[in-house]
């Protein structure tokens, strides 16, 4: 069963801050396997390839069971894990993350690099943004024309998204219903419509809103 609702990064960006005159660039990316994950990586290396670091890590899946940490050379712990936990904290899925570091001269020490690489990642992430992916079935209502204004009326009033109307031998009313509200949404239709209208399931997606 695919995950009802879940948090993911926005989509591709990248937000820049500077630390005792270090620069760090975080990049962000949705990545479903491990291998787009590791493509943006090394993307983002060649893009950077004269830089001190490029951190990263990544947790993919519905129970994020791939996770991954890389210091890329800066001391063990510092960089790739803080930037993980960042990650999980917001409870995010499906998300890959490189940090680049620009060295400025000023060494951090272990725990200014902790609190560097942490504060690069949650900065990046209200910069870039977060959506909520909630799970819903595109549901289709046939109904006789003259039902249409009393449908239309009470589907925008109410907590289904519509989704849009076609016009055809009969009235095909969309909305965007989420799996366990199927069913209440089938008995109100038909209370709506003493009986006259026609409900059909079709496609599972994804509704995005920002957090």
């Not at 994950?37 to 890590?57: G, L, M, P, V």
């Not at 690489?117 to 959506?131: D, I, K, P, T």
């Not at 006789?144 to 519509?162: C, F, I, Q, T």
């Not at 076609?166 to 239709?189: C, G, R, T």
Request: aromatic share 8%; net charge negative.
């Amino acid at each position: 069963m695919p995950l009802s609702t879940y948090q993911t990064v926005k989509g591709e960006g990248s937000h820049e801050i500077v630390i005792q005159k270090s620069r760090f660039i975080a990049h962000f990316t949705r990545a479903e396997t491990e291998e787009e994950a590791q493509r943006f990586i090394e993307r983002i290396k060649k893009e950077h390839w004269n830089a001190t670091h490029n951190c990263s890590a990544y947790l993919i899946g519905e129970a994020d069971h791939i996770q991954k940490a890389n210091d890329d050379g800066e001391p063990s712990g510092t960089a790739g894990v803080p930037m993980l936990e960042v990650l999980k904290k917001r409870g995010l899925k499906d998300t890959a993350v490189v940090v680049t570091r620009y060295f400025g001269g000023i060494k951090l020490g272990a725990g200014g690099l902790i609190r560097a690489y942490g504060s690069a990642v949650s900065e990046g992430l209200q910069a870039v943004g977060v959506v909520q992916r909630t799970l819903v079935h595109t549901v289709h209502t046939e109904i006789d024309y003259h039902w249409l204004g009393k449908v239309e009326h009470a589907l925008r009033e109410s907590p289904y998204k519509m989704k849009g109307i076609d016009y055809l031998e009969q009235v095909d009313v969309q909305a965007y219903v989420e799996p366990d509200q199927l069913e209440s949404f089938h008995e109100w239709i038909t209370n709506l419509t003493n009986g006259q209208a026609t409900v059909k399931s079709g496609d599972e997606l994804y509704l995005e809103s920002t957090v």
